[in-house]
């Protein structure tokens, strides 16, 4: 018997030439997904730039994008430094980001065993419902809020129980109560301030939520844009409290995605074991690093943004009849559309004559409702110009 022989290439040319016949037995390989996966509404995310230039045909510079709280000012410029000499990208990065978090521990005075770094804090929500959740086991949702934490109980295949808010976007303690009453949930999500209306929630409401048999999950993604001190600390002393914090908006690096979160010391240590080890790559760490050797910089920013929003909200209030802007804490204002208008045409309207993005939400409680992010004042302007023209 004579074989033939064939260099790799051949080899992998030959295989590719026959594939093997088909086997029938699998139709559909939907049938490996896990069942509650299969019908899930998918996440609506914001549209890139690039995507939106394409579909407008206005160039990337020209669109005045005021779709997803992103800060304009962008990061501090030793993160640019940083990055542009970045050493070692061959080598995975730090598993436990210890410089990250000794340098968030000096910050903001908590010390570094109560701290966890994620892949943006979205990853974080993810990860706290996986340790926590088993299936069909519930969380407290208080809606309008911030849309990832019904969705990713979804894909956990945990159960939602909806408190919706009151009035001013208030929370229904009594609500609350009754829920964990009656569902016996693990989490409960809170977000101060909140998004997409910028309320707080006060230390009274949530000091009264924590004596609640569940665990208190603290959102404080925008904090910095509040009058009010982060709750931080406060794990020191709550077992069932955590906060997550994030880079994206303070420090304008929505892009490298790092979160952060501090945790009880009973919680921390157990979630140690089962956080991927490389979750957070090297140039996120040295971002971060980065940002937090200029953190007058962050702050100088985070002043300009609150100036602006008074600015802005002063200006719907005085020249566009058909918005009413909410109070805000953060760096958005949620505005109702009075006059008998459609929210999603003057999204549409705005977008595709003058290339300003703004949020619309199509959800019941908001549909007549878009949120729109503070901008540099430019972007203000240039906003305001294009609502007045569309009276």
Same mark, same amino acid.
């Given at each position: 018997?004579?074989?033939?022989?064939?260099?790799?290439?051949?080899?992998?040319?030959?295989?590719?030439?026959?594939?093997?016949?088909?086997?029938?037995?699998?139709?559909?390989?939907?049938?490996?997904?896990?069942?509650?996966?299969?019908?899930?509404?998918?996440?609506?995310? %914001?549209?890139?730039?690039?995507?939106?230039?394409?579909?407008?045909?206005?160039?990337?510079?020209?669109?005045?994008?005021?779709?997803?709280?992103?800060?304009?000012?962008?990061?501090?410029?030793?993160?640019?430094?940083?990055?542009?000499?970045?050493?070692?990208?061959?080598?995975?990065?730090?598993?436990?980001?210890?410089?990250?978090?000794?340098?968030?521990?000096?910050?903001?005075?908590?010390?570094?065993?109560?701290?966890?770094?994620?892949?943006?804090?979205?990853?974080?929500?993810?990860?706290?419902?996986?340790?926590?959740?088993?299936?069909?086991?519930?969380?407290?949702?208080?809606?309008?809020?911030?849309?990832?934490?019904?969705?990713?109980?979804?894909?956990?295949?945990?159960?939602?129980?909806?408190?919706?808010?009151?009035?001013?976007?208030?929370?229904?303690?009594?609500?609350?109560?009754?829920?964990?009453?009656?569902?016996?949930?693990? %989490?409960?999500?809170?977000?101060?301030?909140?998004?997409?209306?910028?309320?707080?929630?006060?230390?009274?409401?949530?000091?009264?939520?924590?004596?609640?048999?569940?665990?208190?999950?603290?959102?404080?993604?925008?904090?910095?844009?509040?009058?009010?001190?982060?709750?931080?600390?406060?794990?020191?002393?709550?077992?069932?409290?955590?906060?997550?914090?994030?880079?994206?908006?303070?420090?304008?690096?929505?892009?490298?995605?790092?979160?952060?979160?501090?945790?009880?010391?009973?919680? %921390?240590?157990?979630?140690?074991?089962?956080?991927?080890?490389?979750?957070?790559?090297?140039?996120?760490?040295?971002?971060?690093?980065?940002?937090?050797?200029?953190?007058?910089?962050?702050?100088?920013?985070?002043?300009?943004?609150?100036?602006?929003?008074?600015?802005?909200?002063?200006?719907?209030?005085?020249?566009?009849?058909?918005?009413?802007?909410?109070?805000?804490?953060?760096?958005?204002?949620?505005?109702?559309?009075?006059?008998?208008?459609?929210?999603?045409?003057?999204?549409?309207?705005?977008?595709?004559?003058?290339?300003?993005?703004?949020?619309?939400?199509?959800?019941?409680?908001?549909?007549?409702?878009?949120?729109?992010?503070?901008?540099?004042?430019?972007?203000?302007?240039?906003?305001?110009?294009?609502?007045?023209?569309?009276?």
């Amino acid at each position: 018997m004579r074989c033939r022989h064939f260099t790799p290439c051949q080899a992998a040319e030959t295989r590719l030439a026959h594939p093997p016949p088909a086997r029938p037995s699998v139709k559909d390989a939907r049938v490996f997904i896990r069942p509650h996966l299969r019908n899930l509404a998918p996440y609506k995310p %914001i549209v890139p730039l690039d995507v939106i230039s394409a579909r407008l045909g206005f160039a990337e510079k020209d669109i005045v994008k005021l779709d997803a709280n992103e800060n304009p000012y962008g990061p501090p410029p030793e993160v640019t430094a940083a990055l542009a000499s970045l050493e070692y990208p061959n080598i995975y990065p730090d598993p436990e980001s210890r410089a990250l978090c000794e340098g968030l521990s000096r910050w903001h005075g908590i010390p570094v065993e109560h701290l966890m770094v994620g892949a943006g804090a979205d990853e974080l929500l993810d990860f706290i419902m996986r340790c926590v959740l088993e299936p069909g086991e519930y969380i407290v949702d208080c809606p309008p809020t911030f849309t990832m934490y019904a969705y990713d109980a979804a894909v956990n295949a945990a159960r939602v129980c909806t408190v919706p808010r009151l009035d001013g976007f208030r929370l229904d303690i009594k609500g609350i109560k009754k829920a964990v009453e009656e569902v016996r949930p693990k %989490i409960l999500f809170l977000t101060s301030p909140n998004n997409p209306d910028g309320s707080i929630v006060s230390d009274e409401d949530i000091l009264e939520l924590l004596e609640l048999p569940v665990l208190v999950v603290f959102d404080e993604a925008y904090i910095e844009f509040s009058d009010e001190p982060s709750k931080m600390g406060w794990v020191q002393q709550y077992e069932n409290l955590i906060v997550l914090r994030t880079f994206s908006k303070c420090a304008a690096l929505a892009g490298m995605r790092l979160g952060y979160g501090a945790f009880p010391l009973s919680l %921390i240590e157990v979630l140690w074991r089962a956080k991927q080890p490389y979750n957070v790559t090297v140039a996120t760490q040295v971002a971060g690093l980065a940002a937090m050797r200029n953190i007058p910089y962050i702050e100088r920013v985070r002043d300009l943004l609150v100036v602006e929003r008074e600015r802005l909200s002063a200006a719907l209030l005085e020249q566009v009849p058909y918005l009413r802007p909410f109070p805000s804490h953060a760096n958005f204002l949620l505005c109702r559309v009075t006059d008998g208008r459609d929210a999603a045409a003057l999204r549409e309207r705005l977008a595709r004559e003058y290339g300003v993005m703004i949020r619309h939400y199509s959800t019941p409680d908001l549909q007549d409702c878009v949120r729109i992010s503070v901008g540099k004042p430019e972007h203000t302007d240039k906003l305001i110009a294009a609502l007045v023209a569309l009276q």
